[in-house]
């Protein structure tokens, strides 16, 4: 049988390549080439062979059969805390549930606190002949990383990434939207903005980075005692370290870039109740727009993180890692994108003199 030549790099004319032009340069049917490519029972082994090297020669993605595999989804401690306390982690799943189902897919959950959990979930992985593949939600620890790479089973990584680059990951593009919501606040007039953030994820750090890019950049002064670490993502510790800086410095900003959108409710609070006003005394902007952004008072101006992309672009990475095609590890950013409220407004010039509080005022609001 002569097989027609597909257009593409060869070609005069570069298209995408279509399951209708392989079955066309083949002469076989669109089910009987969906069906060869899918390695399905009903195709003689020459008909396959010819459609499988004619897709490999025009460098068509050749869709991978899952379903009805299982998929282990180990959840590091953290990830079961904001799953808790916050809306994060939730929405990162509906996007998987939703995708697995649409791929016929099971995922099973794991939770993993330590080395020992995750060496079980690693072995589960490896005696399940169902078990095409794991996911790794929110997992930083460079031990756990390590007893992963060298798998025989693909690992993808969500809401955290590889520093070494030897395992695929999914991530928010942190460093980018962090730079986009700090210039919105330079945009706005503000040259003193204080960052707000837990210390200790990659992730997160790639936010402090982002900021502190978008100061640089725009010859702002770099001021690393404007940057103010929490030890945990609740709004009230939040609102504690934003009033006490303010008892202690008077306010020394215009502006604060919160790393998490519960941290900014926690700002908001903190500068409320030392006696200042959102927007008219102090911008807040948050990072997450989780839905509850929209009906703080006043609403929260926040960078958007796509998190159920999360989940499903995560499980579909996976996928591609059992197309039994040789690729190297990828690192997947998502796109963010700026929403703007009610708690961001023009910096208005107010001398130092003016924001400064003496040391009675100070009490009487610490109180």
Known sequence: MTVKPLPGKRGKKSKRVRLEDIAGACGVSLSTASRALAGEKGVRPEIRQQVLEVAKNANYVIPTAVAGQKVILAASSAAMIDYVRNQFTLYVLEGLKDRAQALGLEIIT???????????????????????????????????????????????????????????????????????????????????????????????????????????????????????????WLPELAAQAVASRIAARGLDFTAILAAGDSLAVGAMMGVQQSGFTVPGDVSVMGMDDLPQAAFLNPPLTTMHIPMREIGSVALDLLRDNLSNLPMPPRRVELACHLVERASTARCRPVSIHQISMDSQDRESFAH
């Open 110 to 232: 794991r939770p993993i606190a330590g080395r020992h959990e995750e060496l079980a979930v690693l072995k589960e992985a490896l005696d399940d002949p169902q078990v095409a593949g794991l996911l790794f939600l929110t997992v930083d620890d460079e031990g756990m990383l390590a007893a992963t790479r060298g798998f025989h089973k693909p690992v993808v990584l969500l809401n955290s990434d590889d520093p070494f680059m030897r395992l695929s990951s999914v991530t928010p593009c942190n460093r980018s939207s962090a730079r986009l919501a700090a210039d919105h606040l330079i945009d706005l007039g503000h040259e003193r903005i204080l960052f707000l953030m837990r210390p200790g994820r990659r992730t997160i750090e790639r936010r402090y980075e982002g900021w502190k890019d978008a100061l640089l950049h725009r010859g702002l002064p770099f001021d690393e005692g404007l940057m103010v670490p929490v030890e945990d």
